[in-house]
């Protein structure tokens, strides 16, 4: 009941962190916010739409051009499920059409279709105006993201300059530790308040452990069903404010 009536209504979660933020940057404390990128601020249903589109244009799979992407769905393979190709059936379909997938929906080039959440362009920007300082903590990788992530954030008209984007050096680190230990080395103490927003549970689950000080809102967009987030957190299903 109680989730259900935070579902419904962001406004006072987040008019109240843009409150608190104002009101400590009125007495010179220090307030962090920090974003994830995928399912957080952005969907990026509309980049694994596209890339399926592309598929099945070159495949000549007329089938597949009808699927439509779900804003809850993960990764491409519920989208085939849902159409009826079912892995052990299909194998062969299955395995090129992630091979394509992987290979673009970790580049540059594809983050060009993702589109924000409701209301999370206005959210930062109204926190940023409140004196909050504000970053990105991405499990992109520098290599094959960084350009598009920062094209794509000032495309948009989020603020962002290079010190505020942190990606991960290389796509062999894991999110959650990357993200863990990108917290645990923040000198926390420097910060009066630190929030962090992020979707995935499994690295929701792995700050909170080790920075309980920090104060995570939970997206609760899509994840990749690994881990559920029992903690006692906010949770909202985007930015929007009535
Ligand atoms: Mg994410």
């Not at 990108?182 to 080790?210: C, G, M, S, T």
């Amino acid at each position: 009941m109680e989730r259900a009536q935070i579902m419904i209504d962001n406004s006072s979660d987040l008019n109240e962190i843009l409150k608190y933020s104002l009101k400590m940057s009125a007495q010179k404390m220090r307030t962090l916010a920090v974003f994830d990128l995928d399912s957080t601020l952005f969907n990026v249903s509309t980049r694994t739409q596209k890339i399926l589109e592309q598929f099945a244009h070159e495949y000549e799979l007329d089938d597949l051009k009808t699927i439509e992407i779900l804003h809850s769905d993960w990764g491409i393979k519920e989208a085939l499920l849902r159409k009826g190709y079912k892995d052990e059936e299909h194998k062969e379909l299955h395995t090129n059409l992630r091979d394509f997938w992987f290979q673009r929906f970790f580049s540059n080039e594809y983050l060009h279709y993702d589109v924000p959440y409701a209301g999370a362009i206005e959210f930062v920007l109204e926190l940023a105006a409140t004196g909050a300082e504000i970053k990105y903590l991405t499990g992109r990788d520098v290599e094959r993201m960084g350009r598009g992530s920062k094209e794509i954030l000032l495309k948009w008209g989020f603020p962002c300059t290079d010190e505020q984007l942190i990606l991960k050096p290389h796509r062999s680190q894991d999110d959650e530790l990357f993200k863990r230990d990108w917290f645990i080395q923040l000198d926390r103490e420097h910060y009066h308040k630190i929030y962090f927003f992020e979707n995935e549970p499994v690295n929701i689950n792995a700050v909170l452990e080790h920075c309980p000080d920090v104060e995570i809102i939970f997206l609760d967009t899509t994840h990749a069903r690994k881990q559920t987030v029992t903690a006692k957190i906010q949770r909202i299903p985007h930015f929007k404010r009535s």
